[in-house]
């Protein structure tokens, strides 16, 4: 596990206007990890997950990935670094079909490998296949997330960025991505981040966590210590959530 | 004896009741709205004082036309068409459909004897019945054929359905000759043939097919990229002028000028493009409808340049690929070449296929495209622009090359406009021109280049038609002329069509995206059909 470091994230201050929601952020991510970062509504979890995009812009600190700043580059030159996301609201291009979604991820990769990644995401979601030339707006909810993590895919990504990938869906599918996650992670060394409000699921799934709070990181450690820790179980574990 | 009503009557009322009261409703209605804009008519005498005229017989006329329309409606068409839609008790089936009632063969032959005798005997009907019935006979001959058409199409609906774009094609390209050959034979003459085709092929041909290639042209920045442009006529202008100018000044040839002045509208294109990059929807239509005025604006005051709005005349036709020309006086003009009679419509003709050359490669261009990762990044882009940038695409050249894209083919149709008309003036690029070509994409259905095809001949034929219905005038009084009612007419189709399907013509869009081919794609549809 003493693997190098692939995003670092080193006291990022993110601005709306004039109103700070992150206030110098650390985080790290290491190469094959899955990396859960939880918090309550409006704790700057997604804040952090688009400013990592670029948009909004950090004001202050530095986002590194695998050696390279990426703080001040266009969002389209941060994806070409092989960081692929599952936006917030998955964000599919709803007219288009599975397919042809799939295909907008694959863009990135110039098709080169397009064949092969189309089958190995309809392997991990199997229920795509079934949905290939419907169109992305008529699918489920839990259809698009996979849609949207196929996607991501697609790019041959380093890093996989998940933004609430669980939001919105019942506990069967949930468990459902989150066990495509692990598979992905297990045997292809897929490094992940994920912002979640599902705390449970979240850090039984992570291999490292972060609790965030107001916009600053105030816990961190492997997920084992995290769930087992009373002040996140009482915040965000015994409050309802599974 | 008092007449009672029964209670029954007045809690169900039968569909005559209903009818009347309704047919009622709309001719109050109708007399509200038209008692100023039919009832009162306003003009000035010689003196300039206000002259009002009334109009109440012409008045009544409307309303009584709308309350028997709406009595007829609600009375019989109503009940007619829930009719329709019960099955027979007995054998369990839907009567048959209106279309297969009203296309019945024997009145399909009858309907060809009818219109191949008027046509033959045309030239002699006069004769014998005086003029005034004659015109009413060639309106039953222009019955006929409709009829005979619309039974041919509807016999073979399945295979125009299935075969509609190369049917489309073969159409379009036998079109000028089958004008020719039709009139040649109803005049006996060859001359008078390529003479009266001169309208068809013109008036009909090209000015739909202009309208085509524009729409489709549009149809890259709105309908496949999803940016709304409201002075796209500028390009076209842009084009125009280009042609026009270099043409008159320096004597350049159309084949020349042609790509030069698609990449001139291409570079605008772009200019327009960068300051408009963060903008979408409302706001980038309100900046492209300013754009559209600037160009317009500079065409009328940069005299100079342009002359003004007095604009630019003689410029020279498009020459037989620098082979034949077709000014009569050139040595190598195209009847000295190949020694046949002077006609003017075979410039017509050329540039007809011209047109349907630039069309076929507009549309060949779009379909390439779309399957191209520039087109489908146009069509992401259309549907989340977020959602692209994070995939790695670049939405600023994006952009900028469904701006260009567009752009240039606007500025080709504009320098065949030119060449056309060999005028051209800031008048013919208002923003009408822009809104016509926008409102041809929107009832067509945004992205499908059929849909639009269709959309521009409805559109552009329909308004181009009314100018051939003289027989109007027998009923209106020979001061009637229908062309003035386009605009009107124009709005209510947009109405009916956006009521009736408010996607377009053609709502669907083509998927691009297959999984290896077409038949894998239904083959594990049900294969797998489990939930």
């Known amino acids: 596990m003493a693997a190098t470091t692939l995003l670092d994230i080193k006291g990022v201050q993110t601005y709306y206007g004039n109103i700070r929601a992150l206030n110098g952020v650390d985080v790290t991510v290491k190469q094959g990890e899955i990396v859960a970062l939880i918090g309550a509504n409006g704790a700057g979890k997604s804040t952090l997950m688009m400013t990592i995009f670029g948009a909004p812009r950090a004001r202050a600190g530095t986002i590194t990935f695998a050696g390279t700043d990426i703080t001040q580059m266009p969002t389209h030159e941060i994806a070409r670094m092989r960081i692929a996301q599952s936006p917030e609201g998955r964000r599919i291009f709803p007219r288009m079909t599975v397919m042809e979604n799939l295909q907008m991820g694959a863009s990135l990769d110039n098709l080169k490998h397009y064949d092969e990644d189309v089958e190995k995401v309809f392997t991990l979601f199997p229920r795509l296949k079934e949905r290939i030339a419907q169109r992305g707006g008529t699918l489920s909810g839990g259809e698009q997330q996979m849609l ?10 380093k890093l996989l960025l998940l933004d609430e990938p669980s939001l919105g869906l019942a506990p069967l599918i949930v468990k459902q991505i989150f066990d495509a996650i692990r598979e992905l992670n297990r045997t292809q060394g897929l490094t992940v981040f994920l912002v979640e409000q599902n705390a449970f699921g979240a850090l039984k799934l992570a291999t490292r966590g972060y609790v965030m709070v107001n916009g600053n990181v105030t816990m961190s450690g492997t997920g084992k210590e995290l769930l087992a820790n009373p002040e996140v179980r009482a915040a965000y574990l015994e409050g309802g959530h599974h | 004896m008092a007449v009672t009503v029964s209670p029954e009557s007045d809690i169900v009322a039968t569909p005559i009741q209903r009818a009347l009261k309704e047919a009622f409703y709309a001719g109050a209605i109708s007399l509200g709205l038209f008692v100023l804009f039919i009832g009162l008519k306003t003009g000035q005498n010689i003196s300039n004082e206000l002259v009002v005229t009334t109009r109440w017989g012409l008045l009544a006329a409307v309303v009584i036309a709308t309350a028997v329309g709406r009595f007829l409606y609600v009375a019989y068409g109503q009940p007619f068409m829930a009719s329709q839609k019960i099955t027979n008790v007995a054998t369990g089936l839907l009567p ?30 006069a004769g014998w019945v005086g003029a005034e019935p004659a015109g009413y006979l060639q309106f039953l001959r222009a019955l006929a054929i409709i009829y005979v058409l619309a039974c041919v199409i509807y016999y073979f609906r399945a295979f125009i359905h299935a075969n509609f774009t190369k049917l489309g094609v073969t159409a379009l390209v036998l079109y000028p000759i089958l004008v020719v050959a039709v009139l040649s034979l109803n005049a006996w003459s060859i001359a008078s043939g390529l003479q009266g085709s001169l309208k068809w092929v013109d008036n009909f041909g090209i000015q739909i097919l202009i309208y085509v290639m524009l729409a489709w ?101 498009v020459s037989f690929f620098g082979l034949m020309s077709f000014n009569v006086s050139d040595p190598n003009y195209i009847a000295k070449v190949l020694h046949i009679a002077q006609s003017g419509a075979y410039y017509k003709i050329f540039l007809y296929y011209l047109i349907l050359g630039l069309c076929l490669l507009t549309a060949f261009v779009t379909i390439r495209l779309r399957r191209l990762p520039v087109g489908r990044a146009w069509e992401a882009l259309r549907e989340d622009e977020i959602a692209c940038r994070s995939l790695g695409i670049n939405t600023t050249t994006t952009k900028l090359t469904a701006f260009a894209t567009g752009a240039m083919f606007g500025g080709f149709a504009g320098s065949f406009f030119a060449a056309r008309q060999g005028f051209v003036s800031p008048e013919s690029f208002v923003f009408l021109e822009s809104a016509i070509i926008l409102a041809i994409v929107v ?49 209510m189709a947009m109405v009916i069509v956006m009521l009736w399907k408010p996607r377009g013509f053609v709502g669907s869009r083509e998927p691009t995206a297959f999984l290896k081919e077409r038949r894998a794609v239904s083959g594990s549809f049900t294969k797998e059909g489990h939930g």
């Open chain 2, 96 to 125: 048959a459909s209106v279309a297969s009632r009203f296309f019945q063969l024997p009145w399909f032959i009858a309907a060809v004897v009818a219109a191949v005798l008027l046509f033959v005997l045309n030239n002699s009907l």
């Open chain 2, 217 to 317: 042209g549009l149809n890259i920045v709105v309908g496949l990229a999803g940016l709304l442009d409201l002075g796209y006529v500028a390009f076209y202008a842009l084009g125009a002028y280009a042609y026009a100018l270099l043409a008159t000044h320096f004597g350049l040839s159309f084949w020349i000028l042609l790509p030069a002045a698609g990449a001139m509208a291409a570079l605008w294109g772009v200019l327009l493009g960068f300051p408009v990059l963060r903008l979408r929807g409302d706001y980038l239509a309100i900046v492209t409808l300013a754009f559209g005025e600037i160009i317009r604006l500079v065409l009328i005051n940069w005299r100079e340049v342009t002359n003004g709005s007095a604009g630019i005349s003689g410029i020279p036709k």
């Open chain 1, 148 to 157: 949207s993590i196929g996607r991501a895919l697609m790019a041959r990504p």
């Open chain 2, 443 to 491: 009832l067509g259905g945004m992205g499908s280049l059929v849909g639009i095809a269709v959309a521009a001949m409805v559109m552009i034929g329909g308004t181009e038609a009314l100018r051939e219905l003289d027989f109007l005038k027998q009923i209106f009084g020979p001061d009637f002329t229908p062309e003035l009612y386009r605009m009107l007419l124009f709005g």
